[in-house]
């Protein structure tokens, strides 16, 4: 595919689109009133404070989760309007990489692979067996076929995971948090494979992090989340010449700014009885 | 939880209805996949490996040992009224009527039951079932109900070969050891236990104790708290409600099944 | 369908199991003796059926020739009519006897059979005429205490004495 023809695709409707939406757990609102639109065919990094809403952002998409207000729309299809088989046929074109790849502790790397094939296919055992290797190949894992999930190492589980996660060919790739806890090489390895998969295969992808750095090596739009809001967004180089503070403390690292260092409590006089209280 | 505050009684009532709604949704779900489970025979036969089979050591030689005891006892208080002749029909009697499906129930809820909630839990808390859902998968259809049906498979097999075994355990201790006839220990068995009344009911009884140890084991699995603590807590009630439920129903069963 | 690597242990299990149902029913109850031969049925009234139940066995020289099929009351002779049949195989005289035992000191109760002479046999539908009921101890109790009244008493005692002597030993 010629540059061009990737701008074409990416000016044409978004994949996923989020309008208005508010969502939470209970009487606790993660979310407030978010407009969110996934570009297809592009790298969409989210990024932001821990608890401010990233994974909940997936788990919409994903439809475990239904807003309590707003619409989320798949290929501007609203999810809400979908049946039971409706939102299965829609989860069939995603694939989702959870934090430690949760894979199935009693099937083999092979098996595990092969799991969407032989649920969702009636392909014949050769045929699994090709694409189940195709897709290993391409993570770089096609000797661990028959390995545990329990005898692999933290990073080679999120791969096998990935091959699993594209054994079906999806249209959109959701990862949650894959560079947490992995050495220097084996996340510069999953970043080039989110990369490389997303021109490969032409899928969407959505890659929510706390890693700054990766991050923005591979994301064609940053979107950071804190406090329930869209609180910036733009391309990684927008992102690290932004002027706003919380965007700032959160690029550069640092301890204290919107973002306190002090979790609120009473004032330290009072704690250690100094001064005049006495 | 304060027990004078009307409120907070009143709250936790409501989600004690709650969950026992939802309970009872998820077996009545788990019955109606019988048809799709056993169109997948082979997720089946696996579990059944894993509950059945691995299960039959424990249920062994717990049998042997209870046969032992039954028939020692047995000889004790049967001697004393010159009856003890009969002491074959009082081990296989007891096994068969109570002790085969309660303590095999018993020991299927600590061995069997127990594996089964940490497997789920564990499942639950690293994600794996989320992803299955991710997947468009169900995961009650992939792996709530092919467990469920292979333990209701294997409880009535387990009762059966902890009963058989009982009867040979108290051969072993009452023959050779006590010296009692054989002739007399198989003739007097065989005179008082009837097939479809106490060999029958017995088969009954276990399969409904199957029903229930592994309902339990599976809901507490599906339902804990994703961590290691909340797995934890759900293997313990696992134990003691799929106890109690069994014992309380072996009273309903009996009253039912073998009254005068 | 695949094949499970654990299919022959499974397979194996089930066949334990099912062998353990089998020598249950077989070798430790009774399915081996269930009859399922034709059978006629008969009636006998009895005065006292004492503990006789359905399905006790009717006996002729000890050996099983049917079984009690039912028991009910008859309130026109109030007398207990018991409902049995017997094995098509085995004939008995139409005025055979019909008594009711105890297997054993504390044993259950059984209808034992004894042929008569007469000549023709019994059919189904017939009655049996001679019948005696089953020992009821309180009656046994109070026969004893009243042969023992009856007795001719010693000059010393007073007649009225001696029922109380033995009473209290007893």
Partial sequence: MTSAHLELISASKPLIELRNVTCGYGERVILENVNLSVPRGKVLALIGTSGGGKTTVLRLIGRQLQPMTGQVLLDGVDMATLDAQGIYAARRRMGMLFQFGALFTDLSVFENVAFPLREHTNLSELMIRDLVLMKLNAVGLRGARDLLPSEVSGGMARRVALARAIALDPDLIMYDEPFAGLDPISMSVAATLIKDLNHALGVTSIVVSHDVDETFLIADHVVFVANGRIAAQGTPAEMRASEDPLVRQFVDGLADGPVRFHYPAVPVAEDFGVGASR | ?260 | MQKSRHDVWVGLFVMVGAAAVLFLALKAGNLLTLNFDETYQVAAKFDNIGGLKPRAAVKSAGVVVGRVESIGFDDKTYQARVMLQLEKKFAFPKDSSAKILTAGLLGEQYLGLEPGAAEKNLASGDTITQTQSAVVLENLISQFLYSKAAEPSTPAAAPAAQPAAPAPKK
């Fill in chain 2, 1 to 260: 939880m304060n027990w004078l505050n009307p409120a907070a009684v009143g709250l936790s009532v409501r989600s004690g209805l709650a969950d026992i709604g939802e309970g009872a949704r998820l077996f009545v779900r788990l019955i109606a996949l019988v048809g799709a489970t056993f169109g997948r025979i082979r997720l089946v036969v696996d579990q059944l490996f894993f509950l059945g089979n691995r299960s039959l050591s424990i249920i062994t030689v717990s049998g042997l040992f209870v046969g032992f005891v039954l028939a020692l006892q047995g000889y004790y208080t049967l001697q004393r009224y010159g009856s003890a002749e009969a002491v074959g029909l009082l081990v296989a009697l007891s096994l068969v009527r109570e002790l085969g499906p309660v303590v095999t129930a018993l020991l299927f809820a600590g061995r069997a039951g127990t594996s089964l909630t940490a497997e789920i839990g564990l499942m639950k808390a690293g994600e794996q079932l989320a992803a299955m859902e991710m997947m468009a998968v169900d995961p009650v259809k992939r792996v709530l109900a092919p467990r469920f049906w292979a333990g209701v498979i294997a409880m009535p097999l387990l009762a059966a070969v902890f009963s058989a075994v009982g009867v040979l355990g108290g051969w072993i201790v009452a023959v050779p050891l006590i010296g009692i006839d054989p002739g007399s220990f198989w003739s007097q068995m065989q005179g008082g236990v009837s097939v479809w009344a106490d060999v029958g009911n017995g088969v009954i009884k276990s399969a409904v104790f199957g029903f229930t140890v592994t309902f339990i084991a599976l809901l507490q699995g599906y339902g804990c708290k994703p961590t290691p603590e909340g797995v934890s807590a759900a293997t313990t009630r696992t134990v003691v409600m799929a106890s109690l439920a069994v014992l309380a129903l072996d009273f309903v069963l009996t009253a039912m099944m073998f009254s005068i």
